[in-house]
């Protein structure tokens, strides 16, 4: 048999239709191919995801999709996980303005993540219940993967590289001294539960509320100072693709990154979302609810992800450096360099629960028409209510009385509540 019989013999003959469509794709786009599974198991019944792969950027143009996959892990109840779902997505597009470019958008979606979350959590706390919950939104257009995380609920990167990464922050009171010294500058009480004449048990919890979170959506019966403003990075992977692992607690608890990426290379993301699930009840059993996504960024259409290449002691070494499970709490930017390991760049990390810095300042603001509009809720006021979020810092020049993104009085007041200022 001669080489040529052999390879073809080897690979699945390809129906037409997919051919003119991959001759299609290679002259306009690049655009890798996205393919995902789910697995879980409820206890409570809190864990919520979402799954959207038929998002556009443009209503109606196909040419601008992308997709969104989240996990909401709920607490107190699911109303909390459920509002989030429903809403976030809408609330990043809102916060977009129409007509942009890809890059613009791409370049804006840190920003709006940040706008959603905080827009989502007020309209939440309206409504008065009291439930609360993590929230771990992935954003995928064409290479480029925006993560935004308040809790504890992980996404993870696995590259071609062999190299595990993660793309998230737990905020957990017991394991972020960052975040615990904040909640406890902004008026929490950091501290353990009391039983038995005084001895402490359990993991660190904020006091009043108990929550051992510090970062959620919902949570109207906590302090202000668990916040809902997330973490985001945002990277590209090269063109040999990658998997996204995206799960709740129930599996983090239990397995470490490389332990869920190791459980299921090469095999397709459907059955990898069980194995992941399988591995993680293994040793201990089903003790809370277990959701997990696991979604492939696949270079043309494989079937699979490749194997990863063995990779290199040396890169063991870094990544578990730089990813492991000790180094979570490295909010800061660029101490978690994906570029340092030359598989991923890197295009953005922020992970600061200050509104102010999350906003910026480049963004146009109407000041001839009199009125402003609000960075976060998006209510149009006239000048005079509300502020400039940088008045804050400096004496404004009466020439720019408005300069910096404007929060209405009610987003304001918010605001000030995250950072401890309630008066
Ligand atoms: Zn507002």
Known sequence: MSKAELSRMKQPLVPLATLIGRELRNGKTEKPFVKYGQAGLAKKGEDYFLIKTDCHRVPGDSSTSFSVFAILDGHNGISAAIFAKENIINNVMSAIPQGVSREEWLQALPRALVVAFVKTDMEFQKKGETSGTTATFVIIDGWTVTVASVGDSRCILDTQGGVVSLLTVDHRLEENVEERERVTASGGEVGRLNVFGGNEVGPLRCWPGGLCLSRSIGDTDVGEYIVPIPHVKQVKLSNAGGRLIIASDGIWDTLSSDMAAKSCRGVPAELAAKLVVKEALRSRGLKDDTTCLVVDIIPSDYPVLPMPATPRKKHNVLSSLLFGKKSQNLANKGTNKLSAVGVVEELFEEGSAMLTERLGNNVPSDTNSGIHRCAVCLADQPSGDGLSVNN??????????????????????????????RS
Do not use: R
């Open 392 to 421: 804050d810092h400096f004496i404004t020049p009466v020439s720019k009385p408005w300069e910096g993104p404007f929060l209405c009085t009610n987003c304001q007041k918010k605001k000030d509540a995250m950072e401890g200022k």
